[in-house]
């Protein structure tokens, strides 16, 4: 039998390409700082919606609210992957936010017996 051989080249194994994405605490999101900076890179870019969109894995609808500042979240593995499309550092165009400590919504009340 035949077997092709296949070398890898990339100098990078999967468990370090894995270990070098940030793990965001549960509830954690990313605010939009400016939609005009996101549409000034977009365009100084040559990036349209819709590809925008392709690269960083969601619609182009979503890209087209964030640019008109209609929407101003999204989580922080979407907006990784928006700046690492544009070429951009994340802190230019996104702002961190954390929800509660306990990660409960602030309206519910525990009830203690």
Same mark, same amino acid.
């Given at each position: 039998?035949?077997?092709?051989? +296949?070398?890898? +080249? ?15 605490? @549960? ?43 209609? @929407? +101003? +979240? ?29 990660? #409960?919504?602030?309206?519910?009340? #525990?009830?203690?017996?």
């Amino acid at each position: 039998m035949f077997y092709p051989s +296949t070398v890898d +080249t990339n100098p990078l194994t999967m468990e370090d390409e894995v270990a070098s994405y940030k793990r965001w605490p @549960k509830g954690s999101w990313m605010k939009l700082t400016s939609g005009d900076t996101l549409r000034a890179l977009m365009n100084q870019r040559g990036f349209s919606m819709a590809r925008l969109g392709r690269y960083a894995g969601c619609s182009k609808s979503f890209i087209g609210h964030l640019c008109a500042e209609n @929407k +101003t +979240t999204c989580t922080p593995q979407l907006a990784e992957r928006i700046a690492e499309a544009l070429d951009v550092p994340l802190h230019l165009l996104f702002v961190e936010h954390a929800s509660a400590s306990n990660g #409960r919504n602030s309206n519910q009340r #525990r009830v203690v017996a």
